[in-house]
């Protein structure tokens, strides 16, 4: 191949002598790769945008939850409630040494937060200081409630986001400010800005996080809790110890353990995996429709190319005539295939890219929104640049290969 | 012997078998200025064809310059017409994207010459065949002879030992054949450059000093035309 400047002169000569056919051709080729791009950036930020809900939020945790018997049991008929106690921690930390945390919650809904003249409506949730482990705070403010508060049974709470905006709409530190939540006062000790939008018994936006043993006191709950967080040691599997976590509970609370339903327990590690798999089929669709677009308009330009050929047998012929080698011809072939591919396809990349970065900054624009990253990154980019030039080459072959086969008498004998 | 050819045989095997040459025995010495003529069908394109490396032949051997030309791989073949062999068509075969100098310049584009000297070389030609001025011109803006001129200067540039025409006048009036025919005849005569034609013209064969006439596949009569008056319609033009 003889790099030259009339080298690439005589490329770009003949691609825009045929400005449209050239356009056309290379419309197809920037559309595969503005759609593989676009969709791979798109797919990458919904995914973020999804997981940001589950932000915070232990990725290996259980929550049981009691509820309405459905099987009859030792002489008691279905349809019985029954309720978890305070002795339920205990006894799933002695006889499933696998779990990492155990921590229970009670909560009460539909609570008046006020501040001056400031109300909003709270959900009180009463919960241990290893609830932090669960759903993770960002504390803004102060401190999260600590194994103190619980064994003082202090009045102190950890407010929400929305809770605090709404009691102090001018803002500032709030801790220390005593605020009027239900029946009681408490003291402001935190203010949890976590927007994770998994809620157990209600987002931690909207809570007033209290010491439970508080709570169950002032609502008289007695020794009753509601439901029961718990997450495994790293390494095992949460879903591995559901069963015998099911059968502890039937036996102390004398229900059938086959009852799936007398106990509901929510999987989250369960949860993340249909979320994987629906994250897997996309972008398992993403790379077909986005490969399947770039190979139509390789084949399109394939198919060009070998019209130009057929019309340029002539020209062919006449280069052979005087002195160009099959090889000359094939590299001639192949480079215009290949910079109508990349030139095309570099349009189409540098289309990608401005449009994910305008739907990030609409995205991101939104209120309270989660930061996404939607921008296919710079190494995305290069390869797909090179999958061009590969792409370039095969869609050049068949028609260098037939303009390889033109004889030099050809060029005479076609006039 | 520049060309020398023995007992040249070849046969177009489409369908029908065609035997077209039937041992062509020729030599050509160097500075020679000959035309192979014969009607069409004769086989003069198919020989020409053959001593410009464009084709190869069945049976016999055709050497340039001692060399043998048979079996030649297509890389082979493309380095000796580059630079043993210029051609001038009927239809000039410009490429017509290019401009006149860039035309001259191609064989040289082909020999890996430098962009600077290559364009300086096709100006020095183009000058020398009258055409400085329309250097940057495309093909379709000149006229036929201009055309010509410039297929010329590209046949040259490369400096080849042999010069084909097909059919160098096919496109052209009378007036303009004879001034291309003149041309050749100069640079044969001052250059010594050996130019072989190929025509069915007797008028453009009469310019030539050596008339070869082929017919059926077999060289029939070789007539010494230093005199120039092979042509019936006299010496001095050519009858269209």
Known sequence: MRLDIDTYREIADSLVRNKSRSLLTGFGVFWGIFMLLFLMGGGQGLKQVISSNFEGFATNTAIMLPDRTTKPWKGMKEGRRWTMTYTDVERMKRMVPELDVVTPITSQWGQEAVNGTNTVNANVKGVYADYRFIEEPRIKYGRYLNESDIAQE?????????????????????????????????????????????????????????????????????????????????????????????????????????????????????????????????????????????????????????????????????????????????????????????????????????????????????????????????????????????????????????????????????? | MLIELKDVNKTYNNGQPLHVLKGISLGIDSGEFVSIMGASGSGKSTLLNIIGILDNYDTGEYYIDGRLIKNLTERQAADYRNRMIGFIFQSFNLIGFKTAVENVELPLFYQGVNRHKRHELAMQYLDRLGLADWAGHYPNEMSGGQKQRVAIARALITNPKIILADEPTGALDSKTSEEVMQLLGQLNREDGVTIIVVTHESGVANCTDKIVHIKDGIIGRIEDNREHRASVFGSSTIMK
């Open chain 1, 154 to 415: 202090r009045k102190v709470c950890v407010i929400g986001k929305r809770i605090y905006t709404s009691l102090f709409p001018s803002g500032g530190d709030p801790c220390g400010t005593m605020i009027k939540v239900g029946p009681v006062y408490y003291q402001i000790i935190g203010v949890d800005f976590s927007s994770g939008n998994i809620s157990i018994n209600g987002s931690a936006d909207e809570s007033v996080a209290v010491p439970l043993p508080v709570v169950q006191k002032i609502y008289h709950e007695g020794n009753n809790i509601e439901l029961l967080c718990v997450t495994a040691q790293s390494g095992i599997r949460i879903s591995s110890l559901e069963d015998r976590m099911r059968q502890i509970m039937a036996r102390e609370h004398n229900f059938d353990p086959t009852d799936k339903e007398a106990m509901f327990v929510l999987n989250t590690e369960q949860l993340f995996a249909i979320i994987d798999n629906l994250f897997t089929g996309l972008s398992f669709l993403i790379w077909l429709v986005g490969l399947g677009t770039i190979l139509a308009g390789i084949i399109g330009v394939s198919n060009i190319m070998m019209v130009t050929v057929k019309e340029r047998t002539t020209e062919i012929g006449i280069r052979r005539a005087i002195g160009a080698t099959p090889r000359d011809i094939l590299s001639q072939i192949i480079m215009e295939s290949i910079s109508l591919t990349l030139v095309a396809g570099s349009f189409g990349i540098v289309f990608a890219v401005l449009l994910l970065s305008l739907l990030e900054t609409i995205v991101n624009g939104r209120p309270d929104a989660m930061p996404a990253d939607f921008q296919v990154s710079f190494w995305t980019a290069v390869i797909s640049a090179l999958l061009l030039t590969v792409l370039g080459v095969i869609a050049g072959l068949a028609p260098a290969s037939r303009a390889m086969a033109i004889k030099p008498v050809d060029a005479m004998r076609d006039e």
